[in-house]
């Protein structure tokens, strides 16, 4: 995959989106089960890892490694969800918030980054 164009403002929502990825990561974790624990951290590992590749180089391979990471993200998260006990609604606001951001903060950067 070759290089993605990348515009000021992309670059920046990408940064947003590192801050973001790390924020969930703490206050997500852990999901519930030991392998559900392995599979997020590798997912949000390559959520960050996809995004420093899209900063740093400008490759497309590194927005589609953050973009897929995301889409099991938000799969993490309903897992997360349909494994809590008791869901209260502050767990429920972080839950549909970090669903939204995984999967709009993609779409953003990519809109960004075609401008």
Do not use: E, N
Request: hydrophobic share 65%.
């Amino acid at each position: 995959m070759g290089a993605m164009h990348r515009s000021d403002a992309a670059v920046k929502a990408a940064w947003a989106a590192v801050v973001l990825a790390v924020a969930g990561a703490l206050l997500l974790y852990p999901i519930g089960t030991s392998a559900l624990d392995m599979v997020f951290v590798l997912t949000k590992i390559c959520m960050v890892g996809g995004l420093l590749v899209f900063i740093f180089s400008g490759r497309k391979t590194g927005f589609v490694l953050w973009a897929c990471a995301s889409i099991v993200a938000v799969c993490m998260t309903i897992a997360k969800w349909a494994l809590a006990p008791d869901a209260g609604v502050w767990s429920i606001i972080l839950y549909l918030g970090s669903m939204a951001v995984d999967l709009g903060i993609p779409l953003l950067v990519h809109h960004l980054a075609k401008q």
